[in-house]
């Protein structure tokens, strides 16, 4: 299986060094959905003032796969 990793940022970059294997894209995509509906309550004061927050997903050659972000607009 391979292996994917995701990273966190918001502001800073919190990396996934170990990874996880998964079946194929969808489901390191279905795990990402996962990860950013779990962590987003914890990120509304970034959003809140105007900041970004991202979940993104490489494979074992560091290309992306997916990626999925939330971004407030201070106006």
Do not use: W
Request: proline share 3%; aromatic share 10%.
């Amino acid at each position: 299986m391979p292996r994917y990793f995701f990273r966190l940022r918001d502001g800073e970059v919190v990396r996934d060094d170990e990874g996880e294997e998964l079946a194929d894209h969808d489901a390191a995509c279905a795990v990402a959905v996962e990860v950013f509906a779990e962590t987003i309550p914890s990120k509304s004061d970034l959003l809140i003032g105007g900041g970004d927050y991202e979940v993104m997903v490489t494979n074992a050659d560091s290309e992306q796969v997916y990626s999925i972000t939330a971004k407030g607009h201070r106006y």
